[in-house]
């Protein structure tokens, strides 16, 4: 497997701007997670899917930022509008819900709002 | 939220050398895990230890858990220049299936 793929890398958009961000689990995984990454807040956890149902969306910061997994292989991000401060290293994970499973994270997707 | 809080924020130390990592947290867990990050790399998972366990090696790790004082430990035995990374401690709280990650550990070992 070729583990949790997120897309894209990087990624520099305006202030304003709509921005999507997409992550694909591993196969046969059940859970999902997106978190966020920043030198002041740390990891933060934003919203996690079990069975493509998101569970737990309490961490999404504000109504501009929302999350679909319209299928198991398959999940977005997005924000609109963004601001400077969404800037952030925004990380995918998935993982299976049996016993002793840690998380498998994606490379993370580096987004800088100016 | 932020739970977990790691000991020393940053530690430096030779090659060969052991390296102990500390992590403290405030609610009741099902599980506790230790990842690592390069830097500009997403994290890796090294280790998952169970409410009801207290010591648990993997390779070159060594981890603790005591629920009653609420804290884990990570030890790194004969370290070498590729352990150079970021180690954070996560819990799983009971009844929760989300981990909440501390604010992590920066190990340095120079060859």
């Known amino acids: 497997d070729a583990g949790v793929i997120q897309s894209p890398r990087h990624e520099v958009t305006e202030m304003g701007q709509e921005v999507t961000l997409r992550c694909k689990p591993i196969?046969?995984?059940?859970?999902l997670f997106w978190y966020r990454q920043t030198m002041m807040r740390g990891l933060e956890l934003l919203i996690y899917?079990?069975?493509?149902?998101?569970?737990?969306d309490s961490g999404m910061p504000e109504d501009r930022f929302s999350a679909k997994m319209p299928n198991a292989s398959f999940s977005t991000l997005k924000i609109q509008p963004s601001e400077p401060r969404d800037s952030a290293v925004y990380f995918c994970?998935?993982?299976?819900?049996?016993?002793?499973?840690?998380?498998?994270f994606g490379s993370g997707t580096r987004l800088t709002v100016v | 939220s932020q739970q977990g809080e790691e000991d020393p924020q940053a530690l430096s130390i030779q090659e060969g050398e052991n390296a102990t990592m500390n992590c403290s947290y405030k609610?009741?867990?099902?599980?506790l895990q230790w990842y690592r990050q390069n830097s500009g790399r997403g994290l890796v998972h090294l280790i998952l230890?169970?409410?009801?366990?207290r010591e648990k090696h993997s390779g070159r790790l060594r981890v603790t858990l005591d629920t009653s004082k609420k804290s884990s430990s990570l030890l790194i035995t004969a370290s070498r220049a590729a352990d150079t990374a970021s180690y954070f401690c996560?819990?799983?709280?009971?009844?929760?299936?989300?981990?909440?990650f501390g604010s992590g550990t920066r190990l340095q070992v120079q060859p």
């Open positions: 996560a819990t799983m709280d009971t009844g929760r299936r989300a981990l909440t």
């Open positions: 196969s046969g995984h059940d859970y």
């Open positions: 609610t009741s867990i099902n599980n």
């Open positions: 230890i169970r409410s009801n366990e």
């Open positions: 994970a998935s993982s299976f819900s049996g016993q002793g499973a840690g998380y498998t």
């Open positions: 899917f079990n069975n493509n149902v998101p569970i737990d």
